[in-house]
């Protein structure tokens, strides 16, 4: 089975834009997590989605939001980028009996 | 609300000679606990989870962890550590999967990295 794919890889973008992260998670699984990685806070809970639906949300301000497709897939959007933004972005997919989360490579995010 | 301490930021090790990293949790609840561990510049990959049964689980890469309620403790352990294991490792908590479906939410350490010398 294919892991979790995240694109891309890396982004470098400026204050005040906007950006979109895609995930796809392990076939089958329903529920994708995106997590927040930086040294200062390391890592942090942003939001979880199940069946296209927002199931949990961490305490994040109201520029990180998400959504899930009909196909599992997810995407992350934050907009009106600040420097504190520069993070890792991991997804992590659930749908096994044991719940456990799986993670994809991450995204790393650059804002100058 | 639920939280995880890993005490020890930094440990070095000799390849060859054991390991035990710390994880100390708290949580209302059912514990959902894991160890992960991140290679620099990677996601985070599973090494072994608690989810319920026997209190000694066995992971990948020969690893293993005690889950200890009275001390809210599950520490990772192993008896031969390889010079590929230099790496960060995470512990987390997060909501049993009977109650939640998915252990969502999860809380991590700050993790420990560990370096190890030949």
């Known amino acids: 089975k294919a892991g979790v794919t995240q694109t891309p890889r890396y982004l470098i973008k400026t204050r005040g834009q906007q950006v979109t992260l895609s995930c796809s998670p392990i076939s089958g699984h329903r529920s994708v997590s995106w997590y927040q990685q930086t040294p200062g806070q390391g890592l942090q809970f942003l939001f979880e989605?199940?069946?296209?639906?927002?199931?949990n949300k961490g305490n994040f301000p109201g520029r990180f939001s998400g959504r899930q497709f009909s196909n599992s897939r997810s995407e992350m959007n934050v907009s009106t980028l600040e420097l504190g933004d520069s993070a890792l972005y991991l997804c992590?997919?659930?749908?096994?009996?044991?719940?456990?989360?799986?993670f994809g490579p991450g995204t790393r995010l650059t804002v100058l | 609300a639920q939280s995880v301490t890993q005490p020890d930021i930094h440990i070095t090790v000799s390849e060859g000679a054991s390991l035990e990293l710390r994880c100390n949790y708290s949580?209302?609840?059912?514990?959902?606990l894991f160890w992960y561990v991140q290679s620099p510049g990677q996601g985070l990959q599973l090494l072994l989870k608690y989810f319920s049964g026997d209190t000694l689980v066995q992971g990948i890469k020969g690893f293993e962890a005690e889950f200890k309620r009275s001390q809210s403790s599950f520490n990772l352990r192993k008896p031969s550590v390889h010079w590929s294991d230099a790496a960060e490792y995470f512990c987390?908590?997060?909501?049993?999967?009977?109650?939640?479906?998915?252990?969502?939410?999860?809380?991590f350490g700050t993790g420990t990295r560990l370096q190890v010398t030949l």
């Open positions: 992590a997919s659930s749908g096994g009996l044991a719940g456990e989360q799986f």
């Open positions: 989605y199940f069946s296209e639906t927002q199931r």
């Open positions: 987390a908590v997060g909501g049993h999967p009977i109650n939640t479906g998915t252990a969502s939410k999860l809380t």
């Open positions: 949580y209302g609840a059912t514990p959902y």
